[in-house]
């Protein structure tokens, strides 16, 4: 079988995230695509590359991405540090001939999205494969209502209402991490988790070209966490301790127009009590509707107009070995997947991808329209207009 050796970059959350999807995908997956063998573990922080060397099973570690990208012995790399670090490596990675998966967002402004889509339609000639990792369009309950819609099921689109709620950072004394600069992270929960929606909406609706939008921050300044990692809110420093100032938004909403025709409506906010990973959307077509929440990923609600009218109304569809990919995890609906399943899929498509030469659903250049939308989000919330995604 074609081995696979991967080089991954930042081993934080996401690089535990991955780590374990590269792991799980052939023992569901089976025969898998191609076996990844886990080569090169980096991160800046040197007490936490060789933990991770050891803990994810990877044969080295470094504390310096070019050694990754330089090496020749490896094929694919992922990147799974803050945002202002993935042009640059995931340039230098595709020029260098690797596969590259690259967390989302895409880049941490928009002439870094573009440097990186051309990036990868220039690979692209040579078979090099460039993914972002939108992941959460590949829950199967989604794949399902994307079948649907396509089908006709539902009929015509008329309106897509999605949100991304989380309450993670709605307490002032958890820290300044990297996510509350702009300087790294880009933005704050538009690129966050907003751009999880956008995509979501997107895959189910087509393109997006307008946007009218306000955004707010809450939390001006936030408690100073030396050298600290990224525990997206676990840690709560107290009161006396130093503070900085937030440059990011807290929160989102916008309403979108479609190429379609149709409308919708976006909301996202990492400051909302009570909300964990509170991703939904709701498809309102001309002959029925869907609904989805992540926190309840293994179902999507459906109503269909055509019932008659004394039982209309929505009704759940449990998904398991009948939809996307669910021949592979578990044998029973019901008995349902998580968080590392799903990563587990997308690392799947991402293998797929590579062994067929055929760039995935979600290539750089999806991130850059994603990264585009944003973009006009941003423009938007200080001309009080509508404006155009271009
Ligand atoms: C924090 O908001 C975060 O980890 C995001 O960065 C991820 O993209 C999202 O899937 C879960 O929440």
């Known amino acids: 079988m074609r081995k696979l050796n991967i080089g991954l ?56 991405w070019k050694e990754i990208v330089n090496d020749p012995d490896i094929d694919a790399v992922s990147i799974c540090t803050p945002n202002n670090c993935h042009a640059e490596i995931a340039i230098a990675a595709l020029k260098a001939g690797k596969h590259v998966l690259c967390e989302k967002p895409i880049a941490h402004t928009s002439e870094a999205a573009k440097a990186m889509a051309e ?47 989380q309450c993670w950072s709605a307490d002032p004394s958890s820290p300044l991490s990297w996510r509350f600069k702009k300087g790294i992270a880009g933005a704050g929960t538009l690129g966050d988790i907003a751009s999880h929606v956008i995509d979501i909406s997107q895959f189910l609706a087509g393109d997006i070209t307008e946007v009218v939008s306000t955004i707010k921050t809450y939390i001006e300044e936030r408690p100073v966490q030396e050298d600290g990692v990224d525990l997206l809110g676990t840690v709560k420093l107290g009161a006396d301790a130093k503070k900085a100032p937030v440059d990011v938004d807290d929160e989102d909403l916008f309403l979108v127009k479609f190429k379609s025709g149709a409308v919708g409506s976006i909301e996202a906010t990492r400051n909302a009590w009570g909300r964990n990973n509170f991703i939904t959307v709701e498809v309102h077509g001309t002959e029925g509707s869907l609904y989805f929440n992540y926190e309840r990923l293994n179902e999507l609600q459906v109503c269909f107009s055509k019932d008659a009218d004394d039982r209309r109304g929505f009704k759940t569809i449990y998904t398991g070995p009948a939809h996307f990919h669910g021949e592979v995890t578990w044998n029973i609906p019901g008995m349902n997947i998580g968080y590392g399943e799903l990563k587990t899929i997308e690392i799947y498509e991402f293998v797929k991808a590579i062994v067929e030469e055929k760039q995935p659903s979600t290539s750089f250049a999806v991130g850059y329209q994603v990264d585009k939308v944003c973009a006009a989000v941003a423009r938007s919330s200080t001309t009080s207009q509508w404006e155009v995604v271009k």
């Open 9 to 64: 970059i930042g081993a934080g959350f996401m690089g535990k995230a991955h780590s374990v999807a590269f792991a799980n995908m052939p023992k569901f997956f089976w025969p898998a695509p191609a076996m990844p063998v886990f080569k090169t573990i980096c991160d800046i922080n040197p007490r936490i590359a060789e933990e991770s060397k050891e803990r994810f099973g990877f044969a080295e570690y470094c504390t310096d």
């Open 119 to 165: 990036a990868g339609e220039e690979a692209k000639k040579d078979g090099v494969i460039s993914m972002c990792a939108y992941q959460y369009r590949r829950v199967p309950a989604l794949e399902l209502a994307k079948k649907f819609i396509d089908e006709g099921s539902i009929g015509r689109i008329q309106n897509v209402r999605a949100t991304y709620l």
